[in-house]
């Protein structure tokens, strides 16, 4: 199932709302009851570049099959590359990944408190 949480970590960036299953302790890795901002962009960062199949550092839309497959993920997706593609080049870079979930952190963590809590991802804002 491992797949599955990729892909809503990953959806994580465009629509807390279809990533429910992106739950606090998927992201917890050290196990405190709440997640830092280095453990939410490693989560992204790393869940988000394992579609990157040819390893050149950069995720494709043609290397997200799992994800086209699903109902209504094609419009996430391309909203996905508009607000994370940085640079324009169509690839989505680590690093891209890694601006986008600050930006991303930011907005979820409501108390500002450098931490996210189970209630504040479950009451995450969506996308604007
Ligand atoms: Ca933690
Ligand atoms: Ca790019
Ligand atoms: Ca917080």
Redesign the pocket.
């Known amino acids: 199932m491992r797949g599955h949480i990729i892909i809503a970590a990953m959806l994580a960036l465009a629509s807390p709302a279809v990533a429910q299953p992106a739950n606090l302790s998927s992201m917890d890795r050290d196990k405190d009851g709440r997640v830092s901002r280095a453990e939410f962009r490693a989560e992204l960062v790393s869940g988000s570049m394992k579609f990157d199949k040819n390893g050149d550092g950069?995720v494709i839309k043609a290397e997200l099959p799992g994800v086209t497959r699903l109902p209504g993920a094609k419009g996430v997706v391309d909203r996905i590359y508009k607000i994370t593609?940085?640079?324009?080049?169509?690839?989505?870079?680590s690093n891209?990944f890694a601006v986008r979930a600050e930006v991303r952190f930011k907005e979820i963590d409501a108390d500002r408190d450098g931490f996210l809590s189970q209630a504040e991802i479950k009451s995450a804002p969506r996308q604007r």
């Open positions: 950069r593609d940085a640079d324009g080049d169509g690839a989505l870079s891209e």
